[in-house]
């Protein structure tokens, strides 16, 4: 656990992308758990879309944080997924606890306890709706400054 708890610090800024997280509310840019920011990082470097996360702390969720994103097909979704295990594997030396939806590649989990990566296809994004069904936890979206 010592690591999870080191892993709450503030996430480093990326220095060959220029990007800024728009949260709903008024709060300025977030500031996320080192472990969920690299998570973000990793699946933006794969080109995932709608990258978003939800702070779930004060939604009585049973994990702290979603990442979810979106992959354009099946090859891109597990190379999202993967990429994210890898690097969260080689630079802080975490693990999933539990992975799911690989064989399908409609819907990856990668479950960190403290937080969750989804990685959707469109479709499958849109029919479970978990924006929809975590509505009240806070939202931090991100974005390309180069594409508004």
Sequence with gaps: MAKTQRSRSSASKTPNRTARAR????????????AVAT?????RD???QDVI??????????TDY????TGNNTRQINAIADSVRDILKSELDERPALTEGVDR????LLDYFNFVVHVFSRE???????ERLWG????????DEAHP
Excluded: M
């Design 23 to 34: 949260t709903t509310g008024k709060r300025a840019a977030p500031k996320l758990p080192k």
């Design 39 to 43: 998570a973000v990082r990793v699946a």
């Design 136 to 143: 009240n936890a806070e939202r931090h979206e991100f974005t």
């Design 124 to 130: 499958c994004r849109s029919f479970y709706g978990l």
């Design 53 to 62: 996360v939800l702070d779930l702390r004060n939604a009585g969720g049973f």
């Design 46 to 48: 794969k080109k995932a």
């Design 105 to 108: 590649s409609e819907w990856i």
């Design 66 to 69: 979603f990442v979810i994103c």
